[in-house]
């Protein structure tokens, strides 16, 4: 029981840390593009 909790938190940490590095390799190249559209459409 023990072995199978340690095993879904270190999966747990594992997803979150990738997710992290998606967020943060993804996000920054499109966030210029949604800061953009965010002025565009708080502009009109």
Not at 15 to 36: A, Q
């Amino acid at each position: 029981m023990k072995l199978g909790n340690k095993n879904y938190l270190i999966l747990s940490m594992y997803r979150n840390f990738f997710r992290e590095i998606f967020y943060i390799k993804f996000l920054n190249k499109k966030r210029m593009h949604m800061h953009s559209f965010f002025i565009v459409s708080y502009s009109l």
